[in-house]
Nanobody
Framework: QAQIVESGGGLVQPGGSLRLSCTAS????????IGWFRQAPGKEYEGVVC????????????YYAATVEGRFTISRDKAKNTVYLQMSGLRPEDPSVYYC??????????????????????WGQGTQVTVSS
């Protein structure tokens, strides 16, 4: 079974930084659109940042939610088959479980973040991010 693994979560002070990692051991992430999502208890998934496939099957574009644009950055390391989420200027309202998802290339990158299709593709188990002093 193909699986996604997230790592890098933890406890940070307000204004601090964390780098989350998303990797898959059994398939290449280059062929997939990758989304970072977060979920508060009892609420739906929130799209944080999404990037389309990098193998030429899509435009490879990136979309950032307004709440994180300027603070979060997504990047791919193809050699390591890893997608990173660099988070800076973390706020207490940011704490959440962050999920990485790999889904077939989307028509638009924004659609992935808007729809958060938990019923398709491959989703990780999540990593906890807590911002507290």
């Amino acid at each position: 079974q193909a699986q996604i693994v997230e790592s890098g979560g933890g406890l940070v002070q307000p204004g601090g930084s964390l780098r989350l990692s998303c990797t898959a051991s059994s398939f290449s992430l280059d062929h997939y659109a990758i989304g970072w999502f977060r979920q508060a208890p009892g609420k739906e998934y929130e799209g944080v940042v999404c990037i389309n496939s990098s193998d030429g099957s899509s435009d490879g574009s990136t979309y950032y939610a307004a709440t994180v644009e300027g603070r979060f950055t997504i990047s791919r390391d193809k050699a390591k088959n890893t997608v990173y989420l660099q988070m800076s200027g973390l706020r207490p309202e940011d704490p959440s479980v962050y999920y990485c998802a790999a889904v077939p290339p989307m028509l638009t990158t924004q659609r992935l973040c808007d729809v958060a299709p938990s019923h398709v593709g491959h989703w990780g188990q999540g990593t906890q991010v807590t911002v507290s002093s």
